[in-house]
């Protein structure tokens, strides 16, 4: 049974990092077939894929163009998690994060989900 | 402005099919076969409905069921249930440079 526990702070102020932890249990973040991804849901960007990574003998990571000079994705093995990392946030970046375990471009395994409100 | 496009609303009563399009174009639904489907009840996560195009992950009723023409792809919902009132979202691969695009979201609604 695959689960993705998420963690991280709710509330990030404009200009800070956002950083968001998705611990993985049943599969492993090195996993040959898995990919890990990032999406966040607002009321007004709707559901936007933000990046993923994945190993394939070495890693991987591709990101979304709306936010690929800000974002970064970590794979930590030690842990089997991974993490998002949003820099220079604004009040545009508030929105419901997921973390998903994906296949090819469909996730059929999602994190809880974490409101991030960016707000002073 | 959600990339592909989705009504924002749909309704059935209980036991009838609803049949929910998302419209994209060549660059994207129309280009791949990786168009899925997923449900969402508020509060909760999304859960994986259809995966490239028509296939249904073990576990989904076979009530559920995708397919695709062109740009536009479709989820037909049979045999209506109260459980199946959520909102419905679509997903297509966009290529290299845009990777995942989702619709703007359906809200199904069991009269």
């Known amino acids: 049974q695959i689960q993705l526990q998420q963690s991280g702070p709710g509330l990030v102020k404009p200009s800070q990092t956002l950083s968001l932890t998705c611990a993985i249990s049943?599969?492993?973040?090195?996993?040959?077939?898995?990919?890990w991804n990032w999406i966040r849901q607002s009321p007004s960007r709707g559901l936007e894929w933000l990046g993923r990574?994945?190993?394939?003998?070495?890693?991987?990571?591709d990101y979304a163009v709306s936010v690929k000079s800000r974002i970064t994705i970590n794979p930590d093995t030690s842990k089997n998690q991974f993490s998002l990392q949003l820099n220079s946030v604004t009040p545009e970046d508030t929105a419901v994060y997921y973390c998903?375990?994906?296949?090819?471009?469909?996730?059929?395994?999602w994190g809880q989900g974490t409101l991030v409100t960016v707000s002073s | 402005q959600s990339a592909l496009t989705q009504p924002p609303s749909a309704s059935g009563s209980p036991g009838q099919s609803v049949t929910i399009s998302c419209t994209g174009t060549s660059s994207d639904v129309g280009g791949y076969n990786y168009v899925s489907w997923y449900q969402h009840h508020p509060g909760k996560a999304p859960q994986l409905m259809i995966y490239?195009?028509?296939k249904r992950p073990s576990g989904v009723p076979d009530r559920f069921s995708g397919s695709k023409s062109g740009n536009t792809a479709s989820l037909t919902v049979s045999g209506l249930q109260a459980e199946d009132e959520a909102d419905y979202y679509c997903?297509?691969?966009?290529?290299?440079?845009?990777?995942?695009?989702f619709g703007g979201g359906t809200k199904l609604t069991i009269l």
């Open positions: 490239d195009v028509n």
């Open positions: 998903a375990r994906g296949g090819n471009w469909n996730y059929a395994y």
């Open positions: 990574t994945y190993y394939r003998s070495k890693w991987y990571y």
């Open positions: 049943g599969d492993s973040v090195s996993s040959n077939s898995a990919i």
């Open positions: 997903g297509s691969y966009a290529g290299s440079s845009n990777f995942m695009i």
